[in-house]
C-alpha cells in the first residue's frame, strides 16, 4: 500500500483535525470528507445518553478514532444496505456485501419474471447472519405482480446472528421470513442443535430454493490475503470454516459445500444458489455440483450477473460446456433440477 505523503496529511490536518484522522483508513481524501459527513449526521442523530452532558461535536470525535483503528464503518454507523434493505450490523456479525445482494437481487428478478413459479414457495438460507438474504427475497418476491405464497428460513449456528435476523425483520417489516438457530454441519462441535433435527420438525420436507453464503475462506487465504480490517474486526466463525480434521487439504474454504449439497438434496431443493470467493472456489464448487449427479443444470454468476459476459470463452475452454454469466470475479454458483429449470428459464 502506497505512503500517504506529508504534504496530503498536512494539508488534510489544516482542513479540519478529523480528516487527518481518517485520512489512513479511508486512503484519499475525497473518501475521507464523506465518511467524516457521515459520522457527522450520525453523531448529530444520536440522542445524548440522559445523564450525560456529551455533545455531537464529542461523540463524533468517539467515532473517528474508532474509525481511525479500521473499525468498519458500518459497526460505527450501525447499519449497512443491503438491495433496498437497510439493515442492522453489529460488531459479531458478518457485515453483508453488495456482491452478494447483486447476486440475490439477480435471483428475485428471475424468479419474478418466471410465469411457471409454484403457488406456494419456500425458501431456506443458510449461514444467514444478519438475515440479509431471506430478508432481501421477502421483500422483492412479496412485492411481485403475482407473487407466490412465500415461507423463507433463516437458519445460523450463532446465537447473536439470529438475534440480530430477528430485529432485522422487525425492522424490515418482514412477514414471510422466520429465523433459527441450528448447525449445518452435522456432529459439530457448537451447541446448536443439528439442521436435520431442526428442519425435522417442520411441517414439510421440502425447500424449493436454498441460498448460503457459508465461511468459504481457507485458512491460508485469512491469513495472507483477507483485509487487516476484516481479521480484527469481522467475526472469524463468518469466514472461516472449522479445521475438518484433514485440514490438509488445499481448498479447506469449501468445507461446508458438500454439506449444503447433501441438504439440498434431503430437503429436494429445486433452485440452489451458492455464494463463493472467487471463480477458482466458483469452479471445484461446481464440479462438486455435477459430481453429485443430481442436478440437471449449474453456472456461475460474476459479481454483477445481469451485465453481458466478457470472458466466457477463457473460462469455457477450461470447463467444458458451464456457462459463466456477468462480469467481475466469480460470486456464485447456481444449480437447478426439476421444476427448477423452468423457473430460471434455463429449459
Ligand atoms: C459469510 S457469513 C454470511 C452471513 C450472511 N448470509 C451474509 O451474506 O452476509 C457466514 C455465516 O455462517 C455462520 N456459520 C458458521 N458456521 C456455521 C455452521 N456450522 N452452521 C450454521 N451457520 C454457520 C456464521 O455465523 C455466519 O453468520
Known sequence: MPRLSPGLLRYAHISNPLLRLLLPVCRDVESARNELRWLQDHAQRLAPPSHSSQTWQTRLQVMVRQRATGKPLQYILGTEYFGDLEIVCRPGVLIPRQDTAASVAHLAQILQSSDS?????????????????????????SHSRDPPELQLLGVDVSQKCVDLAEENK???QARY???ARADVI???????????????????PQWDVLTSNPPYISSHAFVHTTA???????????????????????????LFYPKLLDVADHVQTQVALFEVADLSQALRVASLVRDKGSWEGVEIWRDEPGAKDDSFAHVAQTMGDLRILGRGNGRSVVCWRDQGATWLGRT
Open 117 to 141: 413459479l409454484p403457488s406456494r414457495l419456500r425458501v431456506l438460507d443458510l449461514c444467514t447472519g444478519t438475515g440479509c438474504i431471506p430478508l432481501l427475497l421477502d421483500h422483492l418476491l
Open 170 to 172: 422487525a425492522r424490515c
Open 186 to 204: 452435522a456432529g459439530g462441535s457448537s451447541q446448536a442443535p443439528s439442521l436435520l433435527a431442526l428442519l425435522q420438525d417442520r411441517a414439510s
Open 228 to 254: 487487516r480490517s476484516v481479521r480484527k474486526f469481522e467475526p472469524k466463525l463468518a469466514l472461516v470454516p472449522p479445521p475438518a480434521g484433514v485440514s490438509e487439504i488445499p481448498a479447506d474454504g469449501d
Open 177 to 179: 421470513t422466520e429465523f
